[in-house]
């Protein structure tokens, strides 16, 4: 090796190099940025940012009430964010997170209409029933966003957000319309019967059996994603499509397949929405939970047993902030500009990592 190539070649030894390339030292420093530049922002609008995070933070954690909220909010949101996992393993933006969610709810309390004035069949089996058409709800919706990217040629991105759009005309006809109970005009259905509500913890709206459900969801998915011949072919076709093709995966079916994958996690959020949380179908019943849950993916990086503490912190700071403006006098939206810097920054440094690793195997190469 000559000189000059050695003086080209990146010091691998430096604690600099070290710093910037190491995956959690370079999300370390992303997340001082994010702070940094939050502050900033929080003093330019005249405030004081530490007793902003104090807010944030008693608003959160302060009290048992609050706590369990923060957990009955994050449910729903482990569960999109790990969904996610599948379609952005494929490479794949599922923007089409939202209608599914709704679409799982509107399957989920079409199947509680069935048998709500009905006594012959155990409560457990209608639960059950109920959820499972939650999933076939959601998996259906996300299965005709796939339809079309695989042979129509629409991009996910936008077919995702057409069908986000035809799952909210549905959800408003059915609340304003058939379903909507005599005298109520604030866009919900008729309440469930307390029989068809999913068991919850004494004095709270948290159901065990949803925080379970999350979890094992959570499990499960990185079983499959990082632990089977399935996930590691998915891996692949989200690298490089082409090459996985030639390889002989069947790219079209395994995109598809992640789509719907997506859709049973979307479905079954829609379905706890009805039977665990709201107990009713109503507008807006998907929460946001499919748009943060792309934030979720991106700061995870598809790795979905990070998922779950990311969407923690996600729900705490969202849930937290509504003490802003009864304390502060602040909008509770500033929970939004941190998480959403958050991301950005995140990304930011993701994307130095990645350059600086390119540039010294180039060195090295060449």
Not at 36 to 65: E, M, N, Q, Y
Not at 154 to 163: A, K, M, T
Not at 249 to 265: Q, W
Not at 345 to 357: C, H, P, Q, S, Y
Request: charged letters at 10%; proline letters at 4%.
């Amino acid at each position: 090796m000559t000189t000059k190539e050695t003086e080209a070649k990146p010091n691998r030894g430096s604690l600099f190099f070290s710093v910037l390339t190491n995956r959690f030292s370079s999300l370390a420093i992303a997340v001082i940025l994010a702070l940094i530049f939050t502050c900033l922002v929080i003093w330019i609008i005249r405030a004081d940012p530490l007793k902003v995070f104090s807010v944030i933070f008693t608003g959160a954690f302060g009290s048992g009430d609050a706590i369990t909220q923060v957990l009955q909010a994050w449910v729903p949101l482990a569960l999109a964010s790990v969904g996610l996992m599948f379609t952005f393993t494929a490479g794949l933006w599922n923007i089409g997170m939202e209608g599914q969610i709704e679409m799982g709810a509107i399957f989920a309390y079409g199947m509680v209409r069935i048998f709500m004035d009905s006594s012959a069949v155990p409560p457990a089996l209608v639960i059950l029933l109920v959820t499972l058409a939650g999933i076939v709800g959601g998996a259906f919706w996300a299965f005709l966003v796939g339809l079309l990217k695989n042979y129509g040629g629409v991009n996910e991105i936008f077919g995702g957000l057409g069908f986000n759009f035809i799952a909210d005309a549905i959800m408003l006809y059915l609340v304003y319309g058939p379903w909507k109970p005599v005298g109520v005009a604030n866009g919900t259905t008729k309440m469930l019967p307390k029989i068809l509500w999913l068991p919850q913890f004494h004095g709270t709206y948290l159901s065990p059996w949803a925080l379970g459900i999350a979890i094992l969801a959570v499990i499960i998915t990185a079983v499959i994603l990082q632990g089977t011949y399935f996930g590691l072919k998915l891996k692949a076709v989200g690298k490089n499509n082409k090459s996985s093709f030639l390889m002989g995966i069947p790219t079209s079916r395994y995109m598809l397949i992640s789509f719907v994958l997506c859709g049973v996690f979307a479905g079954l959020t829609g379905a706890l929405q009805v039977t665990a949380f709201y107990h009713v179908l109503r507008t807006g019943i998907s929460g946001g939970y499919g748009y943060m849950g792309l934030m979720v993916g991106m700061l995870a990086n598809i790795q979905p047993l990070i998922t779950a503490p990311i969407a923690f912190v996600f729900i705490a700071l969202s849930k937290g902030a509504t003490g802003l403006g009864i304390d502060l006098r602040l909008d509770s939206n500033l929970s939004g500009v941190i998480q959403g810097t958050l991301v950005i920054f995140v990304l930011i440094m993701d994307g130095v990592r990645k350059v600086i690793l390119q540039g010294n195997k180039g060195a090295r190469n060449g």
